[in-house]
Every structure is written in C-alpha cells, then in structure tokens.
C-alpha cells in the first residue's frame, strides 16, 4: 500500500466514546503492503486493519489470503471464494468479504460523504440472489446498500424512516465486468425531521437525488464498508423448487480504487474524480 501508515486496533467502545481516530497506548501496530515493492498483493488477515486515504477499515474475512488484498495506490482486491466467509456469518444463509470502516465511524449530525471506483474482474459472475457491493452502515440502524443482482442490475437500498425493516430501492442501473465506474455520495440521515437526503453520482453523472426521512431511529454513527457480501444461494426461479437451495458457488473477484470516507465535501470528484491507478497484475 501507498499509504503505510501505522494502523492501531481499536474497539467498538472507542466508537462510540467518540476517540475511534485516537491510538491506543501499546497496541501493536499493522501495516500494509510496502510502496517499496508496487507489484505486491499483500494479504490482509481476519481482523486486521489497514488505513486508506486516512481512514481505517478492519478486515472481515475467511482464512484464506485471497480474500481481502492490498496493492499499489491503495487498491483493494476482493474474493469471494465459496465456504470462505467471515466466521461470525451463518454459512447457511450469507458469507463476505469485506473492508469494515467502524474505526473511523463519525457521528450522524452532519452530511456524511463517500467516494470510490468499481471494478468486477472478468471471469466467474454472480449468480447469488443478492451480492452486496458497498455499504453504508448504521450502528443502531439498518445500513445503506448497493446489492448486485445476476442479471447485472445494481440497486440502491435505501431506509425507510417510516417502516425500520423496509429497504426500499430508491435507484437501479446496470453494470459490467471489465469497466471502472466512478461513484460518489453524500448522505444526510434525518429519520424524524424529514431533512435527509441521499444524492448519487456515477461517472460524472447524478443518478440519485432523494429527499425525506431517511435513516434508522436511535442510530449513532454510521461507516463504510466495501467488497462482497452475498447470499449462499442462487435466485429462485418461482417455478422448480430445486434451483430454491442451489449454491452460489462460484469465485469472484472486485477491485476498489480511490476510497474515501467522512464529512470532507467531495463533490469536487463528481466532474473531476481520482484518477484510476494503472491495472495491477491479480
């Protein structure tokens, strides 16, 4: 990685105490890959942490050192890899892959903003019934989602503030394996006031502008998290009760660029976002 700085353990107490960008006295630090050696994946276990453009994410993973990889320019690569799923997951219902951003959670009261650039590796596609791209997580509520679907479709979940257990969709659009594409959000949770909004750009242009209730009651701070969180099986087709229980096992592979998180205003990256880092050898 890059950006080798020092990355402290934290916990969710630190959160929520509000000192989660405080190190801790003697812990002991992890770093990611070296900038002296570009061409590297470097692993990041289960529970390890790295920081990206200042923020710090802790890894949610299986064993195996596929899963979740740093590389040159803070690029992230994720595999999702069947039966290689993150312990604390039910292995009958769901498994992950992913960047947790917990560490660096900020509170609610103000525009929260998001930017990062997506890329789904040629190869195996999803045919889960949901695969979970980026999120938006609450702590005490219901996160904010991107979940791809088989058919190459993206929605974008919101939370209805009038209903805590609805998700609804509030966008959808296609994607493809083998392309970038630039995202940029900013998020302001007011579930009571009716002052929230979510606004979405991709690639330069607004693909989302909602405004109303948005957000969970009694949430606290909310984080990012990205990478791959799916269901274990595949779509039910309505009709034959036995594609109802058939694995979604295949291996898949996504890229994150350009990650950035917290309440700096990023719409400069609307029209003019990072540029994308020369494509790294998996």
Known sequence: MS?????????????????ALLPIAGAAPISGASAADPARWSPVPNGGQ?????????????????AVQVGANSVVRFTMIAG???????????????????????RLDR???CAWSFYFEPG????SDWCILQQMYQV????VVHVLKPDGTV????????????SPYRHKQKITQGAWFNFVEVYKFDPVGGAGYWRSWVN????LNFEGAFGSKGASHAYAKFGVYRFVYRTWNGIDMATLHTPANETISVRYANIRFGVEDLSRLVKSPDPIPPMQPA
């Open 3 to 19: 950006d080798a700085k020092t990355v402290y353990p934290l916990t969710r107490r630190d959160v929520v105490r509000g000192t």
């Open 50 to 66: 790295v920081a990206i453009n200042g923020v710090r994410f802790e890894a949610q993973c299986g064993k195996d050192p596929r």
């Open 84 to 106: 290689n799923g993150w312990p604390k997951d039910d292995p009958k219902a769901s498994e992950r892959t992913e960047l947790a951003g917990w560490p660096s959670a900020v």
């Open 111 to 113: 525009p929260i903003w």
């Open 124 to 127: 195996a596609w999803t045919t």
């Open 140 to 143: 005490g509520g219901s996160p």
């Open 155 to 166: 929605y974008w979940g919101g939370v209805d503030a009038a209903n805590p257990k609805a």
């Open 204 to 207: 330069g242009e607004q693909v």
